[in-house]
């Protein structure tokens, strides 16, 4: 698909995307909550973030959450109280640019935004349940017949085929569960079944061939971070893959697993640090040796670029973004430059695809 000359090219994704043409240049953009920005950076070679013309851009009141969608546009969850989604156009140069009609109104206490695997959809879980949009040729969103649909969320992670729906759900207290949704041509949303966990579930991804699901969790009650592993059938159904990894006064934040499938990363606020773990070949989670790694002030966002060489990190304390180069055996080396500079309280970082 890609000739071997281009794959030097890297580039970073939180979502997932399809790959593109590896020609273009690799944009990164990170929210800024404290200062209401969005920064752009430009992917080196060797994995170093250089600001965008124009950067860093107006982003709205408290910007939260970014997602890109086929590297033409960015989507941003910005508000208090009231809430909205900016869109950008994604210039040749990692430019921005307002999309016509934006920002689109949304649903109240949204959290997170997702864009299925074929770009046709934005799901936006929420407090008021999980509100679906169609994305336009021109980047506009328009919400879907149904939207949004009963379920309170506040991750939800699709899987490469843009079949299923994984939504976790927790009160703090009692109720800890997955619920797994058939996304329906029209992008409606269609429960299918739930399942229950041990602890609070909080972040969640699927592994990039659909074979596995794996969820942070958080008990308030004993202060134990986990990240449990599912087998998914065919059919959406979710099959528990041995106990839970767990290390007490960790507090999980943000999960990535890399697009060849062979490790996960998750970011520990509590502690500053950064989790590695091997993907076996039955999906269960083997300890990275030397993991746990360390990060700047309060790791928020992880993300891995398509080709599974750099790993990035968001610093919400320390207004930087951490860089890593992914060894064979999946530990991290800070990359030179790193950490680099952003805005006050980043979170969110949305990347290009290949």
């Known amino acids: 698909m890609k000739s071997s000359a281009f794959r030097v090219l890297l580039t970073l994704t939180i979502a997932f995307i399809g790959l593109a043409s590896s020609a273009r240049a690799q944009f990164a953009y ?26 860093p851009y107006p982003a709205g009141f408290e910007p939260t959450q970014a997602v890109v969608d086929q590297n033409k546009f960015v ?74 649909f009963n379920a309170r969320a506040v991750y939800l992670a699709i899987d490469p085929s843009g079949t299923f729906a994984f939504v976790p759900y927790g009160d703090g207290a009692s109720v800890h569960a997955i619920w797994v949704y058939q996304i329906e041509s029209t992008g409606a949303l269609a429960p299918l079944s739930h399942y229950s966990t041990a602890r609070g579930p909080g972040n969640i991804a699927v592994d990039p061939n659909g074979k596995f699901l794996y969820v942070t969790g958080f008990s308030i009650k004993t202060r134990v971070g986990s990240v449990s592993a599912f087998r998914i059938t065919s059919r959406g159904a979710l099959k528990p893959l041995g106990s839970p990894l767990k290390e007490r006064g960790d507090m999980p934040a943000a999960i990535a697993v890399d697009p060849i499938g062979k490790f996960v990363y998750v970011t520990n606020q509590n502690k500053n640090t950064v989790s590695g773990y091997e993907i076996v070949l039955s999906g269960e989670l083997k300890p990275i040796p030397n993991s746990p790694f360390a990060t700047g002030d309060v790791p928020a966002a992880a993300a891995i670029d398509p080709t599974g060489q750099f790993l990035y990190v968001t610093n919400y304390t320390a207004a930087t973004v951490s860089g890593y180069t992914i060894g064979s055996n999946g530990g991290l080396t800070a990359m030179p430059g790193s950490p680099f500079t952003t805005g006050n309280s980043p979170g969110s970082m949305a990347i290009t695809a290949q």
């Not at 990170?30 to 950067?55: E, Q």
């Not at 997170?112 to 934005?122: K, R, Y």
């Not at 679906?132 to 879907?144: D, M």
Request: hydrophobic share 40%; charged share 5%; net charge negative.
């Open 30 to 55: 990170v929210t800024n909550w404290a200062d209401n920005t969005l920064w752009g950076y430009s992917i080196a070679t060797n994995g170093a973030l250089t600001p965008v013309p124009g950067s």
């Open 75 to 148: 989507y941003v969850l910005t508000g208090n109280g009231v809430m909205t989604i900016e869109g950008y156009s994604i210039a040749p140069d990692g430019a921005l640019t307002a999309i016509p009609g934006s920002p689109f109104p949304t649903v109240l206490t949204p959290f997170s935004l997702t864009v299925d695997p074929g770009a046709q959809f934005l799901f936006v879980p929420s407090g008021a349940g999980i509100a679906v949009y169609s994305i336009g040729s021109n980047g506009a969103l328009t919400p879907v017949s149904g939207s949004p």
